[in-house]
């Protein structure tokens, strides 16, 4: 199983800035508020979207393009099935 990057260059920057500004806000409240797991939930959501920034790699993005091309293929199998009568 091989990763190719799914998204582009503007939308890589775009998640890693997004993810940098989430990770230090929520670490910045759970340094005052340890005990909320809230701030662990967004630290690790703000990780993540760095990571896949930095790798160019979004797992919804395939997992959506996969699904689109499954549905692309059942509607050509469903169009080739059913009999065209030219009138």
Not at 58 to 85: A, F, K, W
Request: aromatic share 6%; proline share 6%; charged share 20%.
């Amino acid at each position: 199983m091989s990763f190719k990057p799914n998204i582009g260059i503007l939308n890589a920057l775009i998640r890693i800035t997004i993810g940098l500004t989430v990770l230090s806000c929520a670490s910045a409240k759970l340094v005052k508020r340890p005990w909320r797991e809230s701030y662990l939930l967004l630290v690790i959501m703000g990780a993540m979207k760095v990571a896949e920034g930095i790798v160019k790699y979004c797992p919804l993005t395939d997992l959506y393009q996969c699904g689109q091309e499954r549905i692309n293929g059942q509607n050509e199998e469903n169009s080739e099935m059913v009999p065209h009568n030219p009138t």
